[in-house]
Protein backbone atom coordinates (compact mmCIF):
# COMPACT_ATOMS: atom_id res chain seq x y z
CA UNK A 1 0.00 0.00 0.00
CA UNK A 2 0.91 3.82 -0.38
CA UNK A 3 2.60 5.35 2.13
CA UNK A 4 3.63 1.65 4.20
CA UNK A 5 7.63 0.91 4.31
CA UNK A 6 8.66 -1.47 1.65
CA UNK A 7 10.80 -4.46 2.90
CA UNK A 8 14.18 -4.64 1.78
CA UNK A 9 15.08 -5.94 -1.18
CA UNK A 10 17.89 -8.64 0.19
CA UNK A 11 17.57 -11.75 -1.48
CA UNK A 12 19.45 -10.46 -5.03
CA UNK A 13 22.41 -9.43 -3.14
CA UNK A 14 22.76 -12.14 -1.19
CA UNK A 15 22.90 -14.41 -4.34
CA UNK A 16 25.68 -12.07 -5.94
CA UNK A 17 27.41 -12.37 -3.03
CA UNK A 18 27.36 -16.67 -3.04
CA UNK A 19 28.14 -16.61 -7.16
CA UNK A 20 31.39 -13.77 -5.98
CA UNK A 21 32.31 -16.56 -3.07
CA UNK A 22 31.90 -19.42 -5.63
CA UNK A 23 33.83 -17.67 -8.41
CA UNK A 24 36.18 -16.67 -6.07
CA UNK A 25 36.74 -20.35 -4.51
CA UNK A 26 37.23 -21.74 -8.07
CA UNK A 27 40.31 -19.47 -8.69
CA UNK A 28 41.55 -20.08 -5.82
CA UNK A 29 41.42 -23.34 -6.83
CA UNK A 30 42.99 -22.84 -9.80
CA UNK A 31 45.45 -20.65 -8.56
CA UNK A 32 46.42 -23.61 -6.24
CA UNK A 33 46.23 -25.76 -8.95
CA UNK A 34 48.64 -23.60 -11.32
CA UNK A 35 51.06 -22.99 -8.50
CA UNK A 36 51.52 -26.95 -7.91
CA UNK A 37 52.08 -27.51 -11.24
CA UNK A 38 55.33 -24.82 -11.20
CA UNK A 39 56.32 -26.58 -8.30
CA UNK A 40 56.23 -30.07 -9.72
CA UNK A 41 57.78 -28.70 -12.77
CA UNK A 42 60.27 -27.38 -11.16
CA UNK A 43 60.99 -30.33 -8.81
CA UNK A 44 61.13 -32.97 -11.59
CA UNK A 45 63.18 -30.52 -14.28
CA UNK A 46 65.90 -29.92 -11.92
CA UNK A 47 67.63 -33.69 -11.62
CA UNK A 48 70.17 -34.65 -12.91
CA UNK A 49 71.23 -38.19 -14.05
CA UNK A 50 73.24 -39.84 -11.00
CA UNK A 51 73.98 -43.50 -10.77
CA UNK A 52 74.42 -44.88 -6.60
CA UNK A 53 78.23 -45.78 -6.03
CA UNK A 54 78.70 -49.80 -6.45
CA UNK A 55 81.06 -50.84 -3.24
CA UNK A 56 81.47 -53.85 -1.41
CA UNK A 57 79.86 -55.26 1.45
CA UNK A 58 80.70 -57.72 3.94
CA UNK A 59 77.71 -59.62 6.03
CA UNK A 60 78.68 -62.89 6.64
CA UNK A 61 79.76 -63.73 10.14
CA UNK A 62 82.80 -61.97 12.13
CA UNK A 63 86.09 -60.30 10.11
CA UNK A 64 85.87 -60.39 6.38
CA UNK A 65 88.79 -63.69 5.75
CA UNK A 66 92.63 -62.55 4.03
CA UNK A 67 91.57 -64.98 1.54
CA UNK A 68 89.28 -64.76 -1.55
CA UNK A 69 85.75 -65.45 -1.48
CA UNK A 70 84.96 -69.12 -3.09
CA UNK A 71 82.70 -68.67 -6.36
CA UNK A 72 81.47 -71.99 -7.08
CA UNK A 73 77.86 -72.10 -7.86
CA UNK A 74 76.57 -75.31 -6.01
CA UNK A 75 73.76 -77.42 -7.24
CA UNK A 76 70.99 -77.72 -4.50
CA UNK A 77 68.03 -79.46 -3.46
CA UNK A 78 64.99 -78.54 -1.63
CA UNK A 79 64.70 -81.73 1.65
CA UNK A 80 62.83 -82.85 4.01
CA UNK A 81 62.45 -85.24 6.91
CA UNK A 82 60.20 -87.44 9.39
CA UNK A 83 61.16 -85.31 12.04
CA UNK A 84 61.06 -81.90 10.69
CA UNK A 85 57.19 -83.43 9.54
CA UNK A 86 56.26 -84.67 13.23
CA UNK A 87 57.60 -81.09 14.82
CA UNK A 88 55.04 -79.45 12.77
CA UNK A 89 52.36 -82.10 13.69
CA UNK A 90 52.84 -81.78 16.89
CA UNK A 91 52.72 -78.22 17.27
CA UNK A 92 49.73 -77.97 15.09
CA UNK A 93 48.21 -80.18 17.80
CA UNK A 94 47.90 -77.93 20.32
CA UNK A 95 47.57 -74.79 18.83
CA UNK A 96 45.00 -72.54 21.29
CA UNK A 97 42.64 -70.19 19.35
CA UNK A 98 40.74 -67.55 19.93
CA UNK A 99 36.95 -67.55 19.13
CA UNK A 100 36.03 -64.62 16.36
CA UNK A 101 33.53 -61.84 17.12
CA UNK A 102 29.97 -62.67 15.78
CA UNK A 103 29.92 -61.39 11.92
CA UNK A 104 33.65 -60.07 12.20
CA UNK A 105 34.91 -61.71 8.68
CA UNK A 106 38.13 -60.60 7.74
CA UNK A 107 37.51 -57.08 9.37
CA UNK A 108 39.79 -57.94 12.92
CA UNK A 109 42.48 -59.87 10.97
CA UNK A 110 42.47 -63.37 10.22
CA UNK A 111 39.41 -65.16 11.21
CA UNK A 112 39.83 -67.98 13.23
CA UNK A 113 37.17 -70.11 12.17
CA UNK A 114 38.18 -70.30 8.45
CA UNK A 115 41.50 -71.11 10.17
CA UNK A 116 40.39 -73.73 11.53
CA UNK A 117 39.81 -75.39 8.13
CA UNK A 118 43.38 -74.33 6.99
CA UNK A 119 44.52 -76.31 10.16
CA UNK A 120 42.97 -78.90 9.19
CA UNK A 121 43.92 -79.41 5.79
CA UNK A 122 47.30 -78.44 6.77
CA UNK A 123 47.69 -81.45 9.59
CA UNK A 124 45.70 -84.08 7.28
CA UNK A 125 45.66 -83.36 4.10
CA UNK A 126 48.61 -81.65 3.07
CA UNK A 127 51.38 -83.25 1.36
CA UNK A 128 54.87 -81.44 2.50
CA UNK A 129 56.97 -84.29 0.76
CA UNK A 130 55.29 -83.91 -2.63
CA UNK A 131 55.78 -79.80 -2.69
CA UNK A 132 58.74 -80.83 -2.06
CA UNK A 133 59.43 -82.79 -5.20
CA UNK A 134 57.22 -79.68 -7.00
CA UNK A 135 59.79 -76.95 -5.70
CA UNK A 136 62.63 -79.44 -7.41
CA UNK A 137 61.42 -79.58 -10.94
CA UNK A 138 62.96 -76.07 -11.23
CA UNK A 139 67.07 -76.36 -10.86
CA UNK A 140 68.21 -74.68 -7.48
CA UNK A 141 71.65 -73.30 -6.65
CA UNK A 142 73.88 -71.74 -4.16
CA UNK A 143 76.80 -69.63 -4.53
CA UNK A 144 78.49 -67.33 -1.76
CA UNK A 145 78.89 -63.48 -2.07
CA UNK A 146 79.48 -60.81 -0.01
CA UNK A 147 80.14 -63.87 2.82
CA UNK A 148 76.32 -64.89 2.23
CA UNK A 149 74.78 -68.27 0.74
CA UNK A 150 72.67 -66.74 -1.96
CA UNK A 151 69.85 -69.69 -3.18
CA UNK A 152 68.62 -69.02 -6.69
CA UNK A 153 66.80 -71.46 -8.99
CA UNK A 154 68.11 -70.47 -12.83
CA UNK A 155 65.50 -72.02 -15.39
CA UNK A 156 67.19 -72.52 -19.24
CA UNK A 157 63.91 -72.67 -22.10
CA UNK A 158 63.38 -76.54 -22.93
CA UNK A 159 62.45 -76.31 -26.53
CA UNK A 160 64.63 -72.84 -27.69
CA UNK A 161 63.74 -71.94 -31.71
CA UNK A 162 66.79 -72.39 -34.28
CA UNK A 163 68.56 -69.74 -34.09
CA UNK A 164 67.22 -67.55 -30.93
CA UNK A 165 68.87 -66.64 -28.15
CA UNK A 166 67.53 -66.59 -24.81
CA UNK A 167 66.93 -63.41 -22.15
CA UNK A 168 68.39 -63.26 -19.18
CA UNK A 169 65.54 -61.98 -17.05
CA UNK A 170 66.05 -61.64 -13.26
CA UNK A 171 62.37 -62.31 -11.19
CA UNK A 172 62.61 -60.58 -7.65
CA UNK A 173 60.16 -61.49 -4.94
CA UNK A 174 58.80 -59.24 -1.85
CA UNK A 175 57.49 -60.27 1.83
CA UNK A 176 55.54 -62.23 2.28
CA UNK A 177 56.27 -64.18 -0.78
CA UNK A 178 59.50 -66.30 -2.06
CA UNK A 179 60.83 -67.52 -5.28
CA UNK A 180 57.99 -69.74 -5.35
CA UNK A 181 55.53 -67.40 -6.29
CA UNK A 182 57.14 -67.20 -9.90
CA UNK A 183 56.38 -71.12 -10.49
CA UNK A 184 53.37 -70.75 -12.79
CA UNK A 185 54.67 -67.42 -14.88
CA UNK A 186 58.20 -69.30 -15.46
CA UNK A 187 56.77 -71.81 -18.13
CA UNK A 188 55.07 -68.72 -19.83
CA UNK A 189 58.57 -66.89 -20.14
CA UNK A 190 60.53 -69.63 -20.82
CA UNK A 191 58.29 -72.16 -23.11
CA UNK A 192 55.53 -69.45 -24.43
CA UNK A 193 55.02 -71.53 -27.56
CA UNK A 194 53.78 -74.36 -25.68
CA UNK A 195 51.66 -72.30 -23.37
CA UNK A 196 49.74 -70.87 -25.93
CA UNK A 197 52.19 -67.59 -26.81
CA UNK A 198 54.56 -66.80 -29.67
CA UNK A 199 57.87 -67.89 -29.55
CA UNK A 200 59.36 -64.45 -30.53
CA UNK A 201 60.45 -63.64 -27.27
CA UNK A 202 62.12 -67.10 -24.74
CA UNK A 203 63.65 -65.84 -21.61
CA UNK A 204 66.13 -67.35 -19.60
CA UNK A 205 65.02 -66.87 -15.67
CA UNK A 206 66.66 -66.42 -12.61
CA UNK A 207 64.67 -66.70 -9.21
CA UNK A 208 67.29 -65.71 -6.46
CA UNK A 209 66.12 -65.40 -2.81
CA UNK A 210 66.60 -62.15 -1.09
CA UNK A 211 68.86 -63.16 2.22
CA UNK A 212 67.52 -63.67 4.92
CA UNK A 213 64.43 -65.51 2.86
CA UNK A 214 63.64 -68.96 2.26
CA UNK A 215 67.04 -70.87 1.75
CA UNK A 216 69.71 -67.72 1.28
CA UNK A 217 71.49 -66.74 4.05
CA UNK A 218 70.56 -64.05 6.16
CA UNK A 219 72.69 -61.47 6.89
CA UNK A 220 74.75 -60.87 10.54
CA UNK A 221 75.57 -57.58 10.73
CA UNK A 222 72.98 -54.07 10.61
CA UNK A 223 72.09 -52.60 7.76
CA UNK A 224 71.63 -54.80 4.96
CA UNK A 225 69.47 -52.95 2.98
CA UNK A 226 67.58 -52.87 -0.60
CA UNK A 227 70.57 -51.26 -1.93
CA UNK A 228 73.36 -54.47 -0.76
CA UNK A 229 70.56 -56.72 -1.89
CA UNK A 230 70.61 -55.08 -5.62
CA UNK A 231 74.50 -55.02 -5.37
CA UNK A 232 74.05 -58.96 -4.58
CA UNK A 233 72.30 -59.53 -7.19
CA UNK A 234 74.24 -58.02 -9.90
CA UNK A 235 77.34 -59.64 -9.07
CA UNK A 236 75.45 -63.04 -9.22
CA UNK A 237 74.58 -62.15 -12.84
CA UNK A 238 77.71 -61.56 -13.80
CA UNK A 239 78.76 -64.53 -12.12
CA UNK A 240 76.24 -66.65 -14.61
CA UNK A 241 77.87 -64.76 -17.47
CA UNK A 242 75.17 -62.12 -18.16
CA UNK A 243 76.65 -58.33 -18.93
CA UNK A 244 73.53 -57.69 -19.68
CA UNK A 245 69.74 -58.64 -18.69
CA UNK A 246 66.65 -57.47 -18.06
CA UNK A 247 65.04 -57.82 -14.33
CA UNK A 248 61.07 -57.73 -12.90
CA UNK A 249 60.09 -56.98 -9.53
CA UNK A 250 56.90 -55.88 -7.21
CA UNK A 251 56.81 -55.47 -3.73
CA UNK A 252 60.60 -55.62 -2.20
CA UNK A 253 61.79 -56.71 -5.87
CA UNK A 254 60.44 -53.50 -7.15
CA UNK A 255 63.17 -51.98 -4.82
CA UNK A 256 65.47 -53.99 -5.67
CA UNK A 257 65.32 -53.73 -8.91
CA UNK A 258 64.96 -50.45 -9.34
CA UNK A 259 68.40 -49.84 -6.73
CA UNK A 260 70.07 -52.29 -9.60
CA UNK A 261 68.81 -50.15 -12.39
CA UNK A 262 70.33 -47.16 -10.57
CA UNK A 263 73.72 -49.05 -9.55
CA UNK A 264 74.48 -50.46 -13.00
CA UNK A 265 71.92 -48.65 -15.80
CA UNK A 266 74.66 -49.80 -18.47
CA UNK A 267 74.14 -53.71 -17.52
CA UNK A 268 69.99 -53.59 -17.29
CA UNK A 269 68.17 -53.97 -20.60
CA UNK A 270 65.31 -53.19 -19.24
CA UNK A 271 63.03 -52.73 -16.17
CA UNK A 272 59.68 -53.78 -15.23
CA UNK A 273 57.58 -53.60 -12.74
CA UNK A 274 53.80 -54.50 -11.10
CA UNK A 275 54.41 -51.84 -8.37
CA UNK A 276 57.03 -48.87 -7.16
CA UNK A 277 57.90 -46.79 -3.98
CA UNK A 278 57.71 -43.46 -5.37
CA UNK A 279 58.59 -41.37 -2.06
CA UNK A 280 59.37 -38.30 -4.02
CA UNK A 281 56.91 -37.27 -5.83
CA UNK A 282 54.91 -33.87 -5.78
CA UNK A 283 51.89 -35.33 -7.59
CA UNK A 284 50.34 -36.56 -4.23
CA UNK A 285 49.87 -32.67 -3.44
CA UNK A 286 47.19 -32.77 -5.94
CA UNK A 287 44.83 -35.18 -4.38
CA UNK A 288 42.86 -32.81 -2.74
CA UNK A 289 42.39 -31.29 -5.70
CA UNK A 290 42.66 -34.10 -8.61
CA UNK A 291 38.29 -34.85 -8.45
CA UNK A 292 37.59 -31.72 -9.89
CA UNK A 293 41.17 -31.01 -12.36
CA UNK A 294 42.62 -34.55 -12.76
CA UNK A 295 42.61 -33.62 -16.83
CA UNK A 296 45.22 -30.68 -15.81
CA UNK A 297 47.26 -33.43 -13.82
CA UNK A 298 47.60 -35.74 -15.95
CA UNK A 299 45.24 -38.32 -14.71
CA UNK A 300 43.49 -40.57 -17.01
CA UNK A 301 38.87 -41.63 -16.26
CA UNK A 302 40.95 -44.99 -15.48
CA UNK A 303 42.97 -43.49 -12.73
CA UNK A 304 40.42 -41.42 -11.15
CA UNK A 305 38.45 -44.67 -10.82
CA UNK A 306 41.27 -46.15 -8.75
CA UNK A 307 42.13 -43.06 -6.84
CA UNK A 308 38.71 -41.76 -5.60
CA UNK A 309 37.17 -41.50 -3.53
CA UNK A 310 40.73 -41.14 -1.72
CA UNK A 311 38.78 -41.11 1.46
CA UNK A 312 38.08 -45.06 0.96
CA UNK A 313 41.97 -45.63 -0.35
CA UNK A 314 43.24 -43.95 2.61
CA UNK A 315 41.55 -45.85 5.63
CA UNK A 316 42.14 -48.78 3.44
CA UNK A 317 46.18 -47.85 3.13
CA UNK A 318 45.74 -47.56 7.16
CA UNK A 319 44.38 -51.03 7.96
CA UNK A 320 47.04 -52.72 6.04
CA UNK A 321 49.81 -51.09 7.02
CA UNK A 322 50.07 -52.38 10.67
CA UNK A 323 52.38 -55.06 10.26
CA UNK A 324 54.37 -52.28 8.57
CA UNK A 325 55.05 -50.01 11.77
CA UNK A 326 56.16 -53.18 13.61
CA UNK A 327 58.35 -54.72 11.28
CA UNK A 328 60.33 -51.47 10.59
CA UNK A 329 60.82 -50.44 14.14
CA UNK A 330 60.90 -54.10 16.46
CA UNK A 331 60.81 -56.74 14.17
CA UNK A 332 62.55 -59.18 16.46
CA UNK A 333 59.81 -59.34 18.74
CA UNK A 334 56.68 -60.35 16.82
CA UNK A 335 59.41 -62.57 15.14
CA UNK A 336 59.83 -64.59 18.30
CA UNK A 337 56.59 -65.33 18.26
CA UNK A 338 55.40 -66.12 14.63
CA UNK A 339 59.17 -68.45 14.75
CA UNK A 340 58.00 -70.61 17.08
CA UNK A 341 54.03 -71.25 16.39
CA UNK A 342 53.21 -72.44 12.73
CA UNK A 343 49.54 -72.16 13.17
CA UNK A 344 50.55 -68.00 14.43
CA UNK A 345 52.88 -67.43 11.07
CA UNK A 346 50.06 -68.66 8.84
CA UNK A 347 47.07 -66.95 10.19
CA UNK A 348 50.01 -63.47 10.18
CA UNK A 349 51.08 -64.27 6.38
CA UNK A 350 48.13 -65.42 4.66
CA UNK A 351 45.98 -62.52 6.08
CA UNK A 352 48.14 -60.43 3.51
CA UNK A 353 47.45 -63.06 0.98
CA UNK A 354 43.75 -62.06 1.74
CA UNK A 355 43.00 -58.32 1.25
CA UNK A 356 46.19 -57.63 -0.71
CA UNK A 357 44.92 -59.60 -3.43
CA UNK A 358 41.13 -57.75 -2.54
CA UNK A 359 40.60 -54.93 -0.10
CA UNK A 360 37.17 -56.25 -0.57
CA UNK A 361 38.08 -59.86 0.76
CA UNK A 362 37.83 -58.83 3.94
CA UNK A 363 34.15 -58.46 3.95
CA UNK A 364 34.02 -61.83 3.50
CA UNK A 365 34.15 -64.92 6.04
CA UNK A 366 36.82 -66.91 4.33
CA UNK A 367 39.14 -63.56 3.40
CA UNK A 368 38.29 -64.94 -0.51
CA UNK A 369 41.41 -66.98 -0.21
CA UNK A 370 40.74 -69.92 -2.21
CA UNK A 371 39.02 -67.71 -4.54
CA UNK A 372 42.40 -66.93 -6.23
CA UNK A 373 45.02 -69.54 -4.61
CA UNK A 374 44.96 -73.22 -3.81
CA UNK A 375 45.55 -74.27 -0.34
CA UNK A 376 48.61 -75.87 -1.27
CA UNK A 377 50.12 -72.88 -2.77
CA UNK A 378 49.75 -71.18 0.07
CA UNK A 379 51.06 -73.47 2.63
CA UNK A 380 54.00 -74.11 0.46
CA UNK A 381 54.49 -70.47 0.95
CA UNK A 382 54.15 -70.75 4.30
CA UNK A 383 56.83 -73.86 4.82
CA UNK A 384 59.16 -71.77 3.01
CA UNK A 385 59.45 -69.33 6.32
CA UNK A 386 58.74 -71.81 8.41
CA UNK A 387 61.31 -75.06 7.65
CA UNK A 388 63.81 -72.40 7.13
CA UNK A 389 63.00 -70.26 9.42
CA UNK A 390 63.22 -67.20 8.23
CA UNK A 391 60.67 -64.76 9.47
CA UNK A 392 62.04 -63.01 11.80
CA UNK A 393 65.60 -61.95 9.65
CA UNK A 394 62.76 -61.75 6.79
CA UNK A 395 61.09 -58.89 8.53
CA UNK A 396 64.72 -57.38 9.32
CA UNK A 397 64.53 -56.41 6.09
CA UNK A 398 61.92 -53.39 6.72
CA UNK A 399 64.10 -52.08 9.93
CA UNK A 400 66.93 -51.97 7.46
CA UNK A 401 65.48 -49.91 4.72
CA UNK A 402 62.54 -47.77 6.25
CA UNK A 403 62.78 -44.89 9.22
CA UNK A 404 66.04 -43.09 7.47
CA UNK A 405 66.50 -41.19 4.15
CA UNK A 406 68.22 -43.51 1.72
CA UNK A 407 70.30 -41.69 -1.42
CA UNK A 408 68.03 -44.03 -4.07
CA UNK A 409 64.73 -42.39 -2.91
CA UNK A 410 66.08 -39.15 -4.53
CA UNK A 411 67.17 -40.29 -7.45
CA UNK A 412 65.63 -41.13 -11.13
CA UNK A 413 65.91 -44.15 -12.92
CA UNK A 414 66.91 -43.61 -16.23
CA UNK A 415 66.68 -47.18 -17.75
CA UNK A 416 64.27 -48.70 -19.89
CA UNK A 417 61.34 -48.83 -17.96
CA UNK A 418 57.61 -51.13 -17.92
CA UNK A 419 54.98 -50.59 -15.42
CA UNK A 420 51.89 -53.11 -15.04
CA UNK A 421 49.22 -51.35 -13.02
CA UNK A 422 46.96 -54.51 -11.36
CA UNK A 423 43.72 -52.71 -10.17
CA UNK A 424 43.58 -54.49 -6.67
CA UNK A 425 47.18 -53.20 -5.77
CA UNK A 426 47.27 -51.32 -2.13
CA UNK A 427 47.76 -48.17 -3.73
CA UNK A 428 47.39 -47.50 -7.47
CA UNK A 429 50.35 -45.42 -9.31
CA UNK A 430 48.67 -43.27 -12.56
CA UNK A 431 51.30 -43.06 -15.48
CA UNK A 432 52.40 -39.37 -14.60
CA UNK A 433 53.45 -40.92 -10.92
CA UNK A 434 55.54 -43.54 -12.40
CA UNK A 435 57.09 -41.36 -14.77
CA UNK A 436 58.32 -39.17 -12.08
CA UNK A 437 60.39 -41.58 -11.19
CA UNK A 438 61.27 -43.55 -14.22
CA UNK A 439 61.29 -40.63 -17.11
CA UNK A 440 62.47 -43.36 -19.61
CA UNK A 441 58.62 -44.90 -19.49
CA UNK A 442 58.03 -46.72 -22.61
CA UNK A 443 55.01 -49.12 -21.56
CA UNK A 444 52.45 -48.05 -19.33
CA UNK A 445 49.58 -50.77 -18.22
CA UNK A 446 46.27 -50.62 -16.87
CA UNK A 447 46.28 -54.61 -16.29
CA UNK A 448 42.22 -55.86 -15.96
CA UNK A 449 42.24 -57.66 -12.83
CA UNK A 450 44.69 -58.87 -10.16
CA UNK A 451 46.50 -57.53 -6.56
CA UNK A 452 49.55 -57.73 -4.96
CA UNK A 453 51.26 -61.08 -5.79
CA UNK A 454 51.13 -60.62 -9.41
CA UNK A 455 53.28 -63.58 -10.77
CA UNK A 456 51.51 -66.00 -8.41
CA UNK A 457 47.87 -64.76 -9.02
CA UNK A 458 48.16 -63.63 -12.53
CA UNK A 459 50.89 -65.45 -14.32
CA UNK A 460 49.78 -65.10 -17.74
CA UNK A 461 48.65 -61.61 -17.49
CA UNK A 462 51.87 -60.40 -16.31
CA UNK A 463 53.90 -62.59 -18.41
CA UNK A 464 51.75 -61.20 -21.38
CA UNK A 465 53.03 -57.45 -20.12
CA UNK A 466 56.48 -58.39 -19.48
CA UNK A 467 56.57 -59.59 -23.24
CA UNK A 468 54.77 -56.67 -24.58
CA UNK A 469 57.52 -54.39 -23.23
CA UNK A 470 60.50 -56.33 -23.74
CA UNK A 471 58.78 -56.36 -27.64
CA UNK A 472 59.24 -52.34 -27.13
CA UNK A 473 62.10 -52.17 -25.80
CA UNK A 474 64.07 -54.27 -28.40
CA UNK A 475 62.52 -52.44 -31.59
CA UNK A 476 63.55 -49.06 -30.08
Known amino acids: ?116 KIISYWRNEFDWRKQVEILNKYPHFKTKIEGLDIHFIHVKPPNLPSGQTPKPLLMVHGWPGS ?28 CPSIPGYSFSEASSKKGFN ?27 GALICTNMAQLVPSHIKGLHLNMALILRNFYTLTLPLGRCFGGLFGYTERDMELIYPFKKIFFSLLRESGYLHIQSTKPDT ?6 DSPVGLAAYILEKFSTWTNSEFRDLEDGGLERKFSLDD ?3 GIMLYWTTGTITSSQRFYKENLGQVNKHEMLKVYVPTGFAAFPCELMHLPEKWVKTKYPNLISYSYMPRGGHFAAFEEPELLAQDIRKFVGLQERQ
Not at 179 to 190: A, D, N, Q, R, S
Not at 334 to 339: I, Q, R
Request: charged share 25%; aromatic share 14%; proline share 6%.
Open 1 to 116: MVGEPQEPQMWPSVGLRLRKNVQGVMWLEILLASVLGFVIYWFVSKDKEETLPLEDGWWGPGVRPTAGEDKSIRPFKVETSDEEINDLHQRIDRVRLTPPLEDSRFHYGFNSNYLK
Open 179 to 206: FYEFYKIIPFLTDPKNHGLSDEHVFEVI
Open 226 to 252: SVATARIFYKLMLRLGFQKFYIQGGDW
Open 334 to 339: VGCALN
Open 378 to 380: LLT
